[in-house]
């Protein structure tokens, strides 16, 4: 699950740097789609089958603070209205940015919940 978030955070991070440097990025990299990005979360889980726990709360707590830094760079207006980036196509910033954080959060909770209950 921390990976997981981790390398969400990592999608939003690459998708936002690049397009502010002129270079026209997907959010999610070829060849996944909104369709097929399940298949991605799959190749996430089996590229960090050995990373260990400390490891993957330290890169977790990284990405954290690297998303809510490169957020507080944009204004209320570049986050939330809808054609101020020709990138987020008909959606906003931070409808993107809500995706790869809180309502991830609130999944990845979630998540370890049902798996302390069955401990």
């Given at each position: 699950?921390?990976?997981?978030?981790?390398?969400?955070?990592?999608?939003?991070?690459?998708?936002?740097?690049?397009?502010?440097?002129?270079?026209?990025?997907?959010?999610?990299?070829?060849?996944?789609?909104?369709?097929?990005?399940?298949?991605?979360?799959?190749?996430?889980?089996?590229?960090?089958?050995?990373?260990?726990?400390?490891?993957?709360?330290?890169?977790?707590?990284?990405?954290?603070?690297?998303?809510?830094?490169?957020?507080?760079?944009?204004?209320?207006n570049?986050?939330?209205?809808?054609?101020?980036?020709?990138?987020?196509?008909?959606?906003?910033?931070?409808?993107?940015?809500?995706s790869?954080?809180?309502?991830?959060?609130?999944?990845?909770?979630?998540?370890?919940?049902?798996?302390?209950?069955?401990?």
């Amino acid at each position: 699950v921390l990976v997981h978030l981790y390398e969400w955070h990592q999608l939003l991070l690459n998708w936002i740097n690049s397009n502010r440097e002129g270079e026209c990025k997907s959010f999610l990299p070829e060849p996944y789609n909104w369709k097929t990005y399940p298949v991605m979360n799959v190749e996430f889980w089996k590229k960090h089958q050995n990373t260990p726990l400390s490891d993957a709360k330290a890169m977790l707590k990284e990405s954290h603070q690297q998303v809510m830094e490169l957020i507080a760079t944009f204004s209320d207006n570049e986050l939330f209205n809808k054609g101020i980036f020709d990138w987020t196509g008909t959606s906003t910033l931070g409808s993107y940015s809500v995706s790869a954080t809180s309502s991830h959060y609130d999944w990845a909770i979630k998540k370890i919940k049902v798996h302390i209950k069955t401990q």
